[in-house]
């Protein structure tokens, strides 16, 4: 059985885009730690990273980025990659909406 997880971000203004990552039980028990810390996130933007600039930065609302928040969390490198990013646009993400794991197969490539 396969497993992918489903991460939806907002851009800007509910700008919605997402990532659909195959992962294996392993990384989803690795990554549950990240998952429960960006559910639990207080501020308003709970993943601001900006790719456009190659850096993450803080915002106008001075909200922590996710370097700051998520940084010394083990795995979080490997999981910020499954992050979305935009096809046309360099700018990044700024809060992700929804996490889901999907059990399934691949039926065609």
């Not at 392993?26 to 993943?47: F, G, L, S, T, V």
């Not at 010394?72 to 499954?82: A, G, R, T, Y």
Request: aromatic letters at 12%; a negative charge; glycine letters at 4%.
């Amino acid at each position: 059985m396969r497993y992918f997880l489903v991460i939806e971000a907002d851009t800007d203004d509910g700008d919605y885009i997402t990532s659909v990552n195959l992962v294996t039980q392993e990384q989803m028990k690795q990554y549950a730690i990240i998952i429960k810390a960006i559910e639990a996130c207080p501020q308003r933007h709970n993943c601001i990273v900006d790719y456009a600039n190659g850096i993450e930065r803080y915002n106008s609302d001075k909200d922590k980025n996710a370097q700051s928040l998520y940084g010394n969390l083990p795995h979080w490198k490997s999981f910020e990659e499954m992050l979305p990013r935009h096809e046309y646009l360099s700018y990044g993400i700024h809060t992700v909406v929804k996490m889901y794991l999907i059990e399934g197969t691949i039926i065609a490539m």
